[in-house]
């Protein structure tokens, strides 16, 4: 259950964040629970502390560290979602360790679709062959190869190591014909079971260390990622703005 926490029934929209310091005990309590990469910051509710990941995943955590609350903080006189300005602050920040991250992957163990001609813009997209805005971004797959757009897709199956959608990515990436099993699974076509030395479990735990938590999400050339299904004709003025 989402906990959502507003502000103006608070009446703290005063605080200074940048005031207020971070008890010790909470340090050593969250370092505890959450690892030691954990960072900690204030928020503008008193005694409640931002909590971030290695993941990038935002929780937040009591003074006292006894209580954990997953949500967002909206603040209602101005009508803004803080969360989520927090999150996308955050990606930003992320950028150029995504970015270093993704060129570790050597090409081949993607599987990727190209423009005939010259490629202008390469989009990493993070899939899974059972879902269902993956199935529909792959569908624009012709449209992005003729404005010259690359697509690579990395595996990441939701359902995680050893579930169905794990096994099938694996069958796809074992196939003779890489690209044709992808086609064929996100058309909920018959993918020929297949084994082989392969990627998925360590593009599946790469996606989980950068900030993926759904699909289909896509990581520019510059790092940046972009959460959630785009179709071409968004994702390509948008690559363009970006050149």
């Known amino acids: 259950m989402r906990i959502y926490l507003m502000l103006a029934l608070l009446a703290i929209s005063s605080l200074t964040l940048a005031a207020e310091k971070i008890p010790s005990a909470l340090k050593d309590t969250a370092k505890r629970v959450f690892g030691e990469e954990v960072r900690l910051a204030p928020t503008p509710i008193k005694g409640l502390y931002e909590v971030v990941g290695d993941g990038g995943d935002i929780l937040y955590i009591s003074a006292d560290g006894r209580y954990i609350v997953a949500g967002n ?43 005939e001609t010259k490629t ?38 939701r359902a995680g190591v050893g579930s169905p959608t794990y096994k099938k990515m694996v069958s796809v990436w074992c196939a003779k014909d890489r690209q044709q099993a992808m086609t064929d699974a996100k058309a909920r076509r018959q993918v020929k079971p297949a084994w ?10 790469l996606g989980q260390r950068i900030g993926i938590t759904g699909t289909p999400a896509m990581v520019l050339s510059n790092g940046e990622l972009l959460p959630g299904y785009l179709p071409a004709d968004k994702l390509i003025p948008l690559l363009e703005s970006k050149q």
């Open 73 to 115: 903080i909206y603040d209602v006189y101005k009508n803004k979602n803080l969360t989520n300005e927090r999150r996308a602050q955050l990606r930003q920040e992320q950028n150029p360790m995504r970015k270093k991250a993704i060129n570790a992957v050597k090409e081949r163990k993607m599987v990727v679709f190209a423009p």
């Open 120 to 157: 202008r813009y390469t989009v990493n997209v993070f899939t899974d062959v059972d879902c269902g805005y993956c199935a529909k971004f792959h569908q624009e797959i012709p449209a992005l190869n003729k404005a010259g757009v690359k697509v690579r897709y990395l595996a990441f199956p």
């Open 196 to 205: 082989c030395k392969n990627p998925v479990k360590s593009q599946y735990e």
